[in-house]
């Protein structure tokens, strides 16, 4: 008996099985225009974890639920170096509009800028939303583009591993 307490003593500091079930979540974009400019828009949400269990030897079932934590939840897109954005907004199904505050714009690679925009309202709030971007050019007419969004949360899947202090 002693030996056991011993050993399971040393397993309990040595490591343990710990096992996350979670969800990904994205935005789908869908184009409104039609247009000979390649704008990529895409988007970072994070995932949904759901619930988690830590035991001694082997993974058991996650079934400990966790709170959900925010993480910043963005869009990003490309786009020609020569345009300005002028204005960032998302227009919901009740036609009103969210003004986008936190955007940053970077200069990419190849002559192009990239442009982060950071959404406070979260991934799921902008479901059945059209993201609407207003760009100035310095050689043309003025350009509005229009994305219908989906929100789309995917299937669960469960993840199990083993945590070593060395």
């Known amino acids: 008996m002693k030996i056991f307490l011993i050993m399971s003593v040393c397993l309990l500091i040595q ?10 979540q994205y935005l789908q974009f869908t184009a409104l225009h039609e247009n000979e400019f390649s704008f990529l828009p895409s ?5 949904i974890a759901d619930g988690f269990m830590v035991s001694p030897l082997i993974p058991l ?5 966790l709170p959900n934590i925010k993480e910043t939840q963005r ?9 300005t954005l002028y204005r960032a907004y998302l227009r919901t199904n009740e036609l009103k509009e969210i003004s986008l505050t936190n955007v940053n714009i970077r200069d990419s690679v190849a002559g192009a800028k990239s ?23 310095e050689n043309a007419a003025d350009l509005q583009l229009e994305w219908h969004i989906k ?3 995917g299937k669960r899947k469960i993840e199990s591993g083993y945590i070593i202090n060395s």
């Open 15 to 24: 490591g343990c099985a710990a096992s996350v079930m979670s969800r990904q």
């Open 43 to 47: 988007s970072y949400c994070g995932e």
């Open 61 to 65: 079932p996650p079934i400990i639920p």
């Open 75 to 83: 869009i990003n897109i490309g786009f020609d170096n020569y345009l």
């Open 115 to 137: 442009l982060s925009i950071n959404l406070e309202v979260g991934c799921e709030a902008a479901d059945n939303s059209t993201l609407v971007l207003i760009f100035k050019s």
């Open 151 to 153: 929100y789309v949360i």
